[in-house]
T-cell receptor, first 112, second 115 residues
Framework: SQQGEEDPQALSIQEGENATMNCSYKTSINNLQWYRQNSGRGLVHLILIRSNEREKHSGRLRVTLDTSKKSSSLLITASRAADTASYFC????????????FGAGTILRVKS | GAVVSQHPSRVICKSGTSVKIECRSL??????MFWYRQFPKQSLMLMATSNEGSKATYEQGVEKDKFLINHASLTLSTLTVTSAHPEDSSFYIC???????????FGPGTRLTVT
């Protein structure tokens, strides 16, 4: 299946530190998206990076995409306690009819 | 803009009863809506894709007679869990998109507990 793998599964850091999460996938994609989910809540769209883009920034977020390695990373700089959440990557791939396929997610805990 | 709502946010029902969950796009017309389920500490799994005015397309392993989906208008899709059982207890999330290959906007989710 296309379902991406994310690592680490869980990450615990101190407030102010940077957090890096990685996502790998299996087939060619149209785009890759990152979402945040607070416990028991819906998903918040963070950033979308297209297959022809290599890096994208949004505030404290930096996303990279390496299509040759079929991987992406999400960097959150200067983390805050409010960043504590689960983070998911999701791929939009022609092979899967442009449906979003979600990775397993990374649980991030930022300690204050 | 691009707000998607779900109702109810939480529902508890008895085994054997049916439950309807609504998904609405509030400020755009959604040609396509998606229904996902998420078990605790797990990722989202797509259940079905719903296009306005046509039958939903179900993912492999999802029973279409158990999870009835209706997408009667460009702003509303409903998921009915029929004859619910405790194993149907889960977090159900919908998303909506105004057109193909465009960003999906997610609802806040519905927590279903079947006793």
């Amino acid at each position: 299946s296309q379902q991406g793998e994310e690592d680490p599964q869980a990450l615990s850091i101190q407030e102010g530190e940077n957090a890096t999460m990685n996502c790998s996938y299996k087939t060619s994609i149209n785009n890759l998206q990152w979402y945040r989910q607070n416990s028991g809540r819906g998903l918040v769209h963070l950033i979308l990076i297209r297959s022809n883009e290599r890096e994208k920034h949004s505030g404290r977020l930096r996303v990279t995409l390496d299509t040759s390695k079929k991987s992406s990373s999400l960097l959150i700089t200067a983390s805050r306690a409010a960043d504590t959440a689960s983070y998911f990557c999701a791929t939009d791939a022609p092979e899967y009819g442009n449906k979003l396929v979600f990775g397993a997610g990374t649980i991030l805990r930022v300690k204050s | 803009g691009a707000v998607v709502s779900q109702h109810p946010s939480r529902v508890i029902c008895k085994s054997g009863t049916s439950v309807k969950i609504e998904c609405r796009s509030l400020d755009f017309q959604a040609t396509t809506m998606f229904w996902y389920r998420q078990f605790p500490k797990q990722s989202l799994m797509l259940m079905a894709t719903s296009n306005e005015g046509s039958k939903a397309t179900y993912e492999q392993g999802v029973e279409k007679d158990k999870f009835l989906i209706n997408h009667a208008s460009l702003t509303l899709s409903t998921l009915t869990v029929t004859s619910a059982h405790p194993e149907d207890s889960s977090f159900y999330i919908c998303s909506a998109t105004p057109r193909a290959e465009y960003e999906q906007y997610f609802g806040p989710g519905t927590r279903l507990t079947v006793t």
